[in-house]
């Protein structure tokens, strides 16, 4: 949450700090999208990054995403630019295993942040699971009786 029950994170221009650490022991395993909007203003350099956001795991440290947020990538009908950040959580124990998401400033720019969202992404989880689907159908019918195919395929089409 944002300090004192506010509802975003700020940064002034000039100085570089953490927006947020937080520790995230409510996700399983799985692919998870990473939401936010952020907005800028001042900013001396549209291409350095203003934000900088980091999620890896409590195991041993290993990054599980990393995505910088440049002031040049605002949106100039909303001033807004909206974030969108894929990880993959490897970890099944959450509760053991919980993630570390850090947020930094850097101090290129005045900078706003949303709340972050979590979202999970099943898409993703699914692929495997089609190949694998997939790959099982395609070894029955290679595998099948030459008159059992002839004869399934005669009925699909005459159809």
């Given at each position: 949450?944002?300090?004192?029950?506010?509802?975003?994170?700020?940064?002034?221009?000039?100085?570089?700090?953490?927006?947020?650490?937080?520790?995230?022991?409510?996700?399983?395993?799985?692919?998870?999208?990473?939401?936010?909007?952020?907005?800028?203003?001042?900013?001396?350099?549209?291409?350095?990054?203003?934000?900088?956001?980091?999620?890896?795991?409590?195991?041993?440290?290993?990054?599980?995403?990393?995505?910088?947020?440049?002031?040049?990538?605002?949106?100039?009908?909303?001033?807004?630019?909206?974030?969108?950040?894929?990880?993959?959580?490897?970890?099944?124990?959450?509760?053991?295993?919980?993630?570390?998401?850090?947020?930094?400033?850097t101090g290129v720019a005045s900078a706003r942040l949303s709340w972050l969202l979590f979202?999970?992404?099943?898409?993703?989880?699914?692929?495997?699971?089609?190949?694998?689907?997939?790959?099982?159908?395609?070894?029955?019918?290679?595998?099948?009786?030459?008159?059992?195919?002839?004869?399934?395929?005669?009925?699909?089409?005459?159809?």
């Amino acid at each position: 949450m944002p300090p004192d029950g506010a509802g975003e994170w700020t940064a002034a221009k000039g100085e570089p700090k953490y927006l947020l650490q937080a520790t995230v022991d409510e996700l399983s395993i799985g692919w998870y999208n990473i939401q936010a909007q952020a907005q800028f203003a001042d900013a001396a350099d549209g291409k350095t990054p203003a934000l900088i956001f980091d999620v890896y795991s409590s195991e041993s440290g290993i990054p599980l995403a990393h995505a910088d947020v440049r002031p040049a990538e605002v949106d100039p009908a909303t001033r807004t630019v909206n974030i969108s950040i894929p990880f993959y959580n490897p970890y099944f124990d959450k509760w053991n295993f919980p993630l570390y998401v850090d947020v930094r400033s850097t101090g290129v720019a005045s900078a706003r942040l949303s709340w972050l969202l979590f979202e999970p992404n099943p898409a993703e989880i699914y692929k495997p699971v089609l190949v694998w689907g997939a790959l099982i159908l395609g070894l029955t019918v290679w595998f099948a009786d030459e008159r059992f195919v002839r004869t399934l395929a005669s009925r699909l089409w005459r159809r």
